[in-house]
């Protein structure tokens, strides 16, 4: 496809410099990301030589703050990026959701919560080991918080517990999703600090080292979607963890999940370019210019154009929402910035597979083979609205009743 056409629905208005040199860094790798992707998730596995890749150009520290070498990007330039790269390989774009917010969320983030002088300088030495290893040793690390529980929803502690020992933790669990399993060398483990009258507001933010004595990862991986994630589970039985593994200290982790709700929105950058894949398909492949195919055009039809309006209709919706939303984010949101991020992350997992679902019917039966690329956006994009803690279910009743209800109210009497 014509390279103004391809770009044309991404709408790079509104980014400055630096995003602008950020997204250029993703998208000379794309093209080899999308042809990789074909194998990956046809055998279910890590996309290892995307990560050299990013480790060659320095994007594995893209939210590593500058004083530590890293990129230093921001909550929306990590979600610019990460939608560039979610446009060329959906399940590198959500596994380095994983790995890249680990420094977001103790790095910018981490700096508008309130700490103690003590836990603040704390938390920097602490934090600085953990960015030296992204930056000098190229370690990689994941986030494995679902339980199967209500605990990755925040309803509940997280049945995962940590004790706490002479020099650190020794943490017992079960991590179900642990994306990258097998390939990160750091897993962000959330858990609970076993003690009694335990609630959410115990929750540690630990790194537990892949090679941990203890640590194991277990089951199989065979999944619909997403399966260049190697989402299986994570075992962890007497795992010792040193006190410098935590990235947060007590108490912080809850007060970010309260205060800094965007934080749990990064996962939909990587379907925001899903649902940009799937329109730039239908395009090419309706104009006859898919590579490898016979250049049969089948732009003609009035049917096809209508399809193609309603899928740019919908693609321009998602995306003015989510440019708008990721540059509001913040500690302390309003109340009507809460409420949009919810229906940001709602609008654009529920959008990309539906534009996928519209490219499908539009292109018709021979773009579904698995020689293409749209029914893998096609199953990919399925997994969006079932990612916690924001699922879109959750997504609508936090909407219906927040938007109700003011804190502390209710119908009771
Ligand atoms: C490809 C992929 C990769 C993943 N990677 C990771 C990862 O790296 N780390 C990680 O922690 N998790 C990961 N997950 C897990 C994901 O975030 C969810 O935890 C998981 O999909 C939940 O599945 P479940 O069947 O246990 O959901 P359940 O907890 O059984 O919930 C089923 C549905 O019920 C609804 N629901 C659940 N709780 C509530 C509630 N309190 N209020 C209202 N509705 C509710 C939700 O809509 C939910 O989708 C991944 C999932 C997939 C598919």
Redesign the pocket.
Known sequence: MPEDLALAPASDIGMNDRQRELVDKVRKLGPTWAERAFKYDEDASFPFENYDDMKGNGLLSLCVPDQYGGLGADFPTYCIVAAEMGRWCGATA?TFN?HACSALWTGSLADDLDMSGQEREQHEERRKEHYRRIVEDGKIY?????E?S?A??G?APFGTLATKVEGGWLLNGK?????LSGAADYYGVLCTEDKPDKSVRDTLYIAVPADAEGVDIVGPWD?LG?RA?V?RTLLMKDAFVPDAAELMPRGVYFQAASRWPHMFMTLSPSYMGIAQAAYEFTVAYLRGEVEGLPPVKRRMYPTKQIAVAEMFVKLQQTRALFERTINEARVDPSKEERLRAYATQYTIMESANELCRLAIRTCGGQSMLKSLPLERLYRDSR?GS???PW????CL?RLGREALYEPGESDDD
């Open positions: 959500l994983m994941a986030q494995p918080f679902s199967g209500a990755a929803a309803k991590k179900i999703f642990a994306s999944p997403m994630t989402s997994c079932l990612m916690l699922t879109a279910e959750i009743d």
